[in-house]
C-alpha cells in the first residue's frame, strides 16, 4: 500500500485485508475515495491455496476425515506471527477439498471468513492426526469479489502501467489494472435510486419508496446494500 500511496502521489489508500509473511495473492488495494469502502471487502470470504506438511505420513483417508472436522464453526486463537490481539474467537470455514496428497505434503483449497488463519488451520489438523503439522505455503485466491484470475497485478506492472501513461500518454493499461470503486461493492445486493433522490440521501435524508427506480429481490430489513 505504501508503495502504491508514493508511486501516484496519493493522499490516501487501503488495503482489504493483510496478508501474513510469505504469503502471496490477492490484496485488494483502494485509491483516494475508494478506501470508504474497502472496509467492505475485509470482512468478506476468502479462499487459500494451502500447502501443508504433515512431520509423517498418515493414510489419506485419516487426512480427509480429519480435515473434515474443521468444516464448520471452530474456535481459533490467531498465531504468535499475527497483527492482531491473541484472543480466542470463533471462526467458520465454509469449504476445505484436498486437491493432492503424497504422504508428507497436502494441497489444499479452503474456503473461510475473513480473520480465519490457515497456518493455526495445519497446526491444529496436525495436532488431531498425531503427527504435528506445519503450514508449507499459501496463497490468496480470492478476497470479496476480487479473484486471482481476474485482473491480478503485480507491482512491477503497475509500475510500467504508470511510465507508459506518463511517457507516452497510453492509459490503457491503468484503466485495466485500476477498477472502478463499484468493483468494490459487486458481491452487494443493489437499490438504485432516482436522480432526483440522490441530493437528499447525500444529506442524510432516508430513503423512500418514490425514490427507488430498481433493487435486487430478496433484500431484507438489517442487510447491507450498495446505493446506485
Known amino acids: 500500500v505504501a508503495w502504491v500511496k508514493r508511486m501516484f502521489g496519493l493522499s490516501k489508500a ?3 485485508g493483510t ?3 510469505k504469503v ?6 483502494a485509491l483516494e475515495e475508494a478506501t470508504k469502502v474497502i472496509g467492505l471487502v475485509v470482512h468478506t470470504s476468502k479462499e487459500y491455496m494451502c500447502v501443508m506438511q504433515l512431520h509423517r505420513p498418515v493414510p489419506e483417508e485419516e487426512l480427509r476425515r480429519v480435515l473434515g472436522m474443521f468444516v464448520g464453526e ?3 486463537r490467531p498465531p504468535l506471527r499475527s497483527s492482531v490481539k491473541r484472543s480466542l474467537r470463533v471462526k467458520r470455514i465454509y469449504e476445505i477439498e484436498l486437491l493432492e496428497y503424497n ?3 497436502a494441497l489444499m483449497r479452503v474456503l473461510c471468513e475473513a480473520g480465519t488463519y490457515m497456518r493455526k488451520l495445519c497446526h491444529d489438523a496436525g495436532l488431531i492426526l498425531g503427527v504435528g503439522a506445519h503450514m508449507r505455503e499459501l496463497r490468496r485466491t480470492k478476497s470479496g469479489p476480487f479473484r486471482e484470475q481476474h485482473g491480478l497485478v503485480r507491482l512491477q506492472e503497475l509500475s510500467e502501467a504508470l511510465y507508459r501513461w506518463k511517457n507516452e500518454g497510453k492509459e490503457d493499461l491503468l484503466r485495466s489494472y485500476i477498477k472502478p470503486v463499484e468493483y468494490a461493492v459487486s458481491h452487494l445486493p443493489k437499490i438504485v435510486i432516482r436522480d432526483t ?3 437528499a440521501i447525500a444529506h442524510g435524508a432516508n430513503l423512500a419508496v418514490p425514490g427507488i427506480a430498481r433493487l435486487h429481490e ?3 430489513r438489517g442487510d447491507l446494500v450498495a446505493l446506485f
Open 14 to 16: 487501503g488495503h482489504g
Open 19 to 21: 496478508l501474513d509473511p
Open 24 to 29: 502471496t495473492g490477492v490484496l485488494p488495494v
Open 74 to 76: 471452530i474456535y481459533q
Open 103 to 105: 504422504g508428507r505434503y
Open 197 to 199: 433522490a440522490v441530493d
Open 218 to 220: 430478496g433484500i431484507k
